[in-house]
């Protein structure tokens, strides 16, 4: 069995919608049914600088063998930076395919609900639970402006995602998107949050 959940073991078909009821997905084609790992997966979502990359690495820590950890710059690349529900589309099916080994997957990167539940993918989870790092708008700044010149931080783009961070504080309780303020937390306080949040939720 391929570990892409979209293309059917028995006939070969690449499924663009795939059927799934349940823990089980049905070929559009031939009608195969197989079963697979459903499970939750964890949004760590929130503006840059507010902590998302510092967490990845104490979160690994503590949760090796439990979770998976996943970055999801590492595929923001040329060739799907001009489709972004492409590059949302291909991080889903990569998260199902890494929870077939048996564990979920947290992705740390900057996506709001209406950004992963409207896609076909999104059937490949049982839930999926976000939580938004937040900060003070003065804290945001001073961190981004800080950050090395390679990462291409201008000042039109740190007042677009201080206007993310906005929308997101206010739009949070509607969308489901629990909120953690790090404007004065320490690192470890903020694992600490972030790692009590996601076993609270572990199936």
């Not at 028995?10 to 823990?23: S, T």
């Not at 997966?41 to 929130?46: Q, V």
């Not at 804290?139 to 931080?153: D, G, M, Q, T």
């Not at 906005?166 to 969308?175: C, E, I, V």
């Amino acid at each position: 069995m391929g570990l892409d959940l979209r293309i059917c073991p028995a006939c070969g078909e690449l499924a663009e919608q795939p059927i799934v009821e349940g823990a089980v997905i049905t070929c559009p084609k031939c009608g195969h049914e197989r079963p697979f790992r459903k499970l939750p997966l964890f949004a760590l979502t929130g503006p840059s600088g507010a902590g998302k990359s510092t967490m990845g690495p104490l979160l690994a820590a503590r949760f090796a063998g439990d979770v998976v950890l996943l970055e999801q710059d590492i595929l923001w690349i040329d060739a799907l930076r001009g489709d972004v529900t492409s590059f949302r589309s291909v991080w889903l099916r990569m998260a199902a395919m890494v929870q077939q080994n048996g564990r979920p997957v947290v992705l740390c990167g900057t996506v709001a609900p209406p950004e992963f539940e409207a896609l076909p993918e999104r059937a490949f989870f049982s839930d999926i639970h976000y939580l938004a790092l937040v900060g003070s708008p003065e804290s945001l700044r001073a961190r981004l402006r800080a950050r090395p010149a390679w990462r291409e931080w201008d000042e039109p783009r740190i007042e677009e995602m201080l206007e993310f961070n906005d929308w997101l504080r206010n739009s949070a309780p509607g969308l489901g998107v629990d909120v953690f303020d790090t404007t004065d937390v320490s690192r470890e306080a903020t694992a600490d949050h972030v790692e009590q949040w996601i076993r609270a939720r572990l199936p």
